[in-house]
C-alpha cells in the first residue's frame, strides 16, 4: 500500500511540468534505495571524483 504524500493529487496537478518531474524523480530514488537497504544490497555512489560502494548497513532513505 502506497503512503500518503504531502500534497493531495488536486494539489498536485495543478503544478508545473518540471515540479511534478522533480517530485517524481525523488520518490523514485527514495523508493530505490529503501528497495536497496531492505534486500541487503549495496549501491554504488559518486564521492570525490570516484565510484564508492556504500553498504546497505550505511544506506540513509530520504524522506518524501
Given at each position: 500500500?502506497?503512503?500518503?504524500?504531502?500534497?493531495?493529487?488536486?494539489?498536485?496537478?495543478?503544478?508545473?511540468?518540471?515540479?511534478?518531474?522533480?517530485?517524481?524523480?525523488?520518490?523514485?530514488?527514495?523508493e530505490a534505495l529503501?528497495?536497496?537497504?531492505?534486500?541487503?544490497?549495496?549501491?554504488?555512489?559518486?564521492?570525490?571524483?570516484?565510484?564508492?560502494?556504500?553498504p546497505p548497513e550505511?544506506?540513509?532513505?530520504?524522506?518524501?
Open positions: 500500500m502506497k503512503k500518503q504524500t504531502r500534497k493531495s493529487r488536486e494539489d498536485v496537478r495543478d503544478l508545473p511540468l518540471k515540479v511534478k518531474a522533480e517530485m517524481a524523480l525523488k520518490e523514485a530514488v527514495a529503501a528497495e536497496h537497504k531492505r534486500r541487503g544490497n549495496p549501491i554504488a555512489v559518486w564521492r570525490n571524483g570516484k565510484a564508492v560502494w556504500i550505511e544506506i540513509v532513505v530520504p524522506v518524501v
